[in-house]
């Protein structure tokens, strides 16, 4: 745990202030409005071709802000800095995505997969016409999650096939890799936040939302016992974690790494950010810092299974609060 507090301490004390200030402002800025208006409602109550179009431009403008911001206040020298476990500014690593077009290729294709992971996929027409409600809307359901992940799986492997991905192998590219990984502190991670998931199990918000399972409602009656299809529901929600760890710390932390240092991890924070967009305002506002502290511990280890650890674990106990906290208010 100790050098997980000395990884945020060294980044925070190399990073530029301006553009983190900044940075945190503008993240702020889209939260009030998002929480005003409902930016991610209203691209959601578009047609699936407009709504694609839409999550694509927004999350696009996000990063391609963050990105200008960080160019701006942060001098050309100090793109890659902490470019080894021991470094504040390695020379090997002072480089900025200007003239590097395949980071720039990869870094228009990450808000383009995330808008297709974002929009629903109609699956309905390619069942069998012989299954019956509410099966189709079950299966349904549970395939959407795996689907995308294999989408994220193609497209990472399409990726390193061009060359786009720098490394020897895909796993080492996004950090599935078992090197430098100590899996205890991030449990004792994942206990320091026990405390704040039973507040929040508390909250009207928090459970307007949570448990997920109760999305199964409409199989009442028609399942007997229940906690088969609940289990199988609950195994498909935890695969979209491992989609978001891939993506927002293997891809855009860890790939990202290699052609910008740690200038990755603010620009993913923000974006990271903005996926919550549709969650209890406290989850969103958290995420911000979560998905920071993440991609300095991923930057800094290469992995990301620790956040994985955390971020599966913290989904299940908010699962189990939802659940809990339903019980205790009824």
Not at 13 to 35: D, E, G, H, K, Q
Request: hydrophobic share 55%; charged share 10%; aromatic share 16%.
């Amino acid at each position: 745990m100790r050098a997980f507090i000395d990884y945020l301490t060294a980044y925070l004390r190399s990073t530029s202030r301006p553009a983190f200030i900044i940075t945190i402002l503008f993240v702020a800025s889209l939260v009030a409005v998002n929480y005003t208006i409902g930016i991610e409602s209203r691209i959601h109550a578009l047609p699936w071709y407009l709504a694609l179009a839409g999550f694509f431009l927004f999350y696009g403008a996000v990063l391609a802000l963050v990105w200008g911001l960080q160019a701006q206040c942060w001098p050309t020298s100090a793109f890659g800095l902490a470019g080894g476990p021991d470094s504040v500014a390695s020379p090997e690593w002072n480089r900025t995505p200007i003239g590097q077009p395949k980071f720039l290729i990869l870094l228009g294709l990450a808000p383009l997969y995330f808008a297709l992971k974002m929009v629903h996929w109609d699956l309905l027409p390619l069942l069998p016409h012989s299954l019956p409600f509410p099966w189709d809307h079950y299966i349904l359901l549970i395939l959407q999650l795996p689907l995308k992940l294999l989408l994220l799986f193609g497209f990472l492997q399409l990726c390193r096939k061009t060359g786009l991905l720098p490394g020897d192998n895909l796993t080492d590219a996004v950090g599935l890799t078992r090197r430098n990984f100590n899996a205890l502190p991030y449990f004792g991670l994942l206990l320091l936040l026990i405390p704040l998931i039973a507040l929040a199990s508390t909250q009207p918000d928090f459970l307007r939302v949570y448990p997920k399972v109760k999305n199964l409602a409409f199989l009442n009656g028609y399942a007997r016992p229940m906690w088969p299809w609940r289990l199988l529901y609950e195994l498909s929600y935890g695969l979209d974690f491992l989609s978001i760890e891939l993506f927002f710390r293997g891809l855009l932390v860890v790939a990202f790494f290699n052609y910008v240092g740690q200038a990755a991890i603010l620009p993913m924070a923000a974006f990271y950010c903005t996926i919550h967009f549709g969650k209890p305002l406290g989850e969103c506002i958290s995420s911000f810092f979560g998905g920071l502290i993440l991609g300095v511990l991923a930057a800094r280890t290469r992995t990301i299974l620790g956040g994985l650890i955390v971020h599966l674990g913290l989904a299940w106990l908010m699962e189990l609060g939802g659940w809990l906290g339903s019980l205790w208010q009824h």
